[in-house]
């Protein structure tokens, strides 16, 4: 779900870079974290933890 390029969109629609791009820069960069919670007909949240130096 984080890999480049995953969309769950048509062909021509979107790039999948979103996610992709937020994890480098939440994780690699900040050091923090990224979790996805996610229910199948309900919804996902996004829990983003970045550290305090």
């Given at each position: ?36 919670n ?11 933890t970045?550290?305090?130096?």
């Amino acid at each position: 779900m984080f890999g480049h390029l995953f969309t769950t969109k048509p062909v021509g629609r979107g790039t999948g870079l979103g996610l992709s791009i937020a994890y480098q820069i939440i994780v690699q960069k900040h050091r923090g974290t990224l979790k996805v919670n996610s229910v199948l007909g309900e919804g996902s949240k996004f829990i983003i933890t970045i550290p305090i130096s």
